[in-house]
């Protein structure tokens, strides 16, 4: 049996299963629910992505730089003790190969 056949095969015994399990030992409703969960997170993440491009497009359009922002936010998700750690090798890499420190 082929892959296609074998999910047609699998997604045929789910719908039949209904709220039951299917020959399989899969419940269709509980696999139902975990689908519709997904999808619905899948439409809120694009629907917060949309709502980023808004913000960063008004940012923008009052004069800030985008690409600064979107660094600040970045750093604001590290913890101060990392960040610090990163600048001092930042630093220490840039004094190594001779550029403004």
């Known amino acids: ?6 999910a047609r095969t699998s997604h045929s015994n789910i719908e039949e299963a209904g709220e039951g399990d299917s020959a399989s ?3 269709g409703q509980r696999l139902r629910s975990f ?7 899948e439409e809120d ?3 917060v992505g949309e709502d980023l491009k808004e ?3 008004e940012a923008k359009g009052t004069g800030f730089d985008v ?3 979107r660094q600040i936010v970045r750093l604001r998700k590290v913890e101060v003790e990392k960040r610090r750690e990163f600048d001092e ?3 220490l ?3 190594a190969i001779g550029m403004e420190a």
Do not use: F, H
């Not at 049996?1 to 074998?6: D, E, G, K, R, V």
């Open 45 to 47: 993440k694009a629907a």
């Open 55 to 57: 913000v960063y497009a």
């Open 1 to 6: 049996m082929s892959q296609s056949s074998a």
């Open 25 to 27: 030992g899969v419940s």
């Open 67 to 69: 690409k600064i922002i």
């Open 35 to 41: 689908i519709q969960r997904i999808e619905k997170l």
């Open 93 to 95: 890499y840039k004094a």
């Open 89 to 91: 090798l930042l630093e």
